[in-house]
C-alpha cells in the first residue's frame, strides 16, 4: 500500500476543510490561543500584522522560524505562514518547519517581480492572492491550491475585497455564458491557460478553494463576503488591532457560519468595543497599494 | 430517508453530493429544527475544535448530543470522527465530543499536512476491493470498544471503524467522487438501524 503525499487531491482537500472558516493572523502563542478558542479553523504566524507593516515600513519577510513554531507548540489547528512572492528558499524554509499551508504573499515586499513560485514542487501547499480571475488561474497553474481575493490588508475598509470578490465572480459568470468556440479568446483575453478557462467555463466556479482577505474587520464584514461566495474569510489586522480581540474573534467565526441570518449576526455585533481605526483605501497612494503587487 | 449534514463549518458541500448521489434526501443542517426533522447525520471533514465549539455557541450541542446516544445513525470523517469519540487524545483543553462510538481517537495522529496523504485502503465491507482513501491532517483511532469493529487499518492503526449505529473513518471519502462509503453508510448502518426502530 503506497502512501503519497503532495498531491493535488490532498493538497486542495486540505483547504475544503477549512471551508465556513474564518482564518485569523497572528504575531504569537498568545494571540493564536485566543484564535484557536474562538473558533478560528486556522492561524497565520507573521511577525507583524498587516496594519504594522503599512505603518511601520521597510521590508517584510517570512517571519522568525522561532516565533512560528511557538505558535505551532501552542495550537492544534494548522498554522499557516507568509513566504514573499517568489522567494522560494522562504518556501522551503517554511516547508521544513511544518507549516501546514504557505501563503505567497503580496503583504510581505515581493522577492521576484516577475515570477511565483513554481508550487507543484512542494509538498506543503499554497495559497495565493488574485484580484481577478486571470490571475487566480495564473496562479492555480503554478501550483496554487486555494485562492484568496486580495482586498487592500492591513486598512481595515472592504472595497477593495469586495471589488475583488465581484470581478472574479463576475468573470466565471461570463465564461459560464460563452460559446464553447469562444473560450479560446476568452482565455487571450484572462491570460490564463485554456484548459483551465474551460473547467472554470463548464463548472461555474474556481477548480479550488476561494477565501476572501484584505479589509474585513467586522462581523458584517465577514457576512458580507461569505454572501458575495467567499468560501471562508481571511482576517489579519481587524482583530488584534481592536479594542477587544478575543470577543471580536468569536463574533466573525459566528457571522461567518451564519452568513445568511441577519440576527446572528446583529447579535455577534453587539458591544465588541471599538474596531480597528482604519485607512480608507482611497487615500492610499498607489505605491503603498499592496493589492497591486502580483501580476 | 432524510440525512442532515451538519453544516457549522468544513466540506459540507461535498458531502452532501456523495448522500444524493446514493440516492437519498441530504441536506445541510445547523439549527434545532433542522436537526429534529432528520432520519441519520453525517458529521463532515473540516476542523473538530470549530464545529464543536459553533454547536455550543448556537446551542445545538445538547441536542446532538442526546440525538446521537438515542442512536441516531451517524457517519464522521476525520473531524467527525473525532466528533463521535468518547475519547480526544491530544485534544485541545476543554475540547468536547457529542460521543456515541465507543473509540479513543488521537488528533492530528498521522502529523502535520506535509504528510497529509492519499493511499489504497481494504475496507471491510466484504466486496475485497480496495478504496481510495484521503488522509489530510488525518486522526487514528488507538482504542474500541466491545460493541465497536474495525473495518480498515493503516499499519495497524485503525482508520475506519462502526458500531451498531455509527460509523467513522479517519479518511475523507467525499473528497475522490467514490461514494461506496455512503453508499455503505445508507445501506448497512443507517438503514437497518432505522427498520430496527419501526
Known sequence: MAEVTGTGRVKRGMAEMLKGGVIMDVVNAEQAKIAEDAGAVAVMALERVPADIRAQGGVARMSDPDMIQKIQAAVSIPVMAKARIGHFVEARVLESLGVDYIDESEVLTPADYENHIDKFDFTVPFVCGATNLGEALRRINEGAAMIRSKGEAGTGDVSNAMQHMRKIGGEIRRLSSLREDELYVAAKELQAPYDLVKEVAQTGKLPVVLFTAGGIATPADAALMMSMGADGVFIGSGIFKSGNPAQRAAACVKATTFWDDPKVIADASRGLGEAMVGINVADLPAPHRLADRGW | ?198
Open chain 2, 1 to 198: 430517508m432524510k440525512v442532515g449534514v451538519l453544516a457549522l463549518q468544513g466540506d459540507v458541500r461535498e458531502h452532501i453530493s456523495s448522500l444524493i448521489a446514493c440516492g437519498v434526501d441530504a441536506v445541510p443542517v445547523r439549527r434545532e429544527s433542522e436537526i429534529q426533522s432528520i432520519d441519520a447525520l453525517v458529521l463532515p471533514g473540516g476542523e473538530s475544535t470549530t464545529i464543536a465549539q459553533l454547536s455550543e455557541v448556537f446551542g445545538i450541542y445538547d441536542l446532538l448530543k442526546q440525538r446521537i446516544a438515542s442512536g441516531m445513525p451517524v457517519y464522521g470523517s476525520c473531524a467527525g470522527m473525532i466528533l463521535l469519540a468518547t475519547e480526544i487524545l491530544d485534544a485541545k483543553v476543554g475540547q468536547k465530543s457529542f460521543g456515541g462510538l465507543d473509540i479513543s481517537v488521537r488528533r492530528n495522529a498521522f502529523g502535520r499536512q506535509v504528510d497529509s496523504f492519499e493511499s489504497d485502503i481494504e475496507f471491510a465491507d466484504g466486496s475485497h476491493e480496495l478504496i481510495r482513501a484521503v488522509f489530510i491532517r488525518a486522526p487514528w483511532v488507538e482504542k474500541v470498544g466491545d460493541a465497536v469493529q474495525v473495518l480498515a487499518s493503516i499499519d495497524s492503526h485503525p482508520v475506519a471503524v462502526r458500531s451498531h449505529t455509527a460509523l467513522a473513518t479517519s479518511f475523507h471519502p467525499e473528497l475522490t467522487g467514490d461514494h461506496r462509503i455512503h453508499r455503505y453508510f445508507i445501506e448497512h448502518v443507517a438503514r437497518p438501524a432505522l427498520e430496527k426502530v419501526k
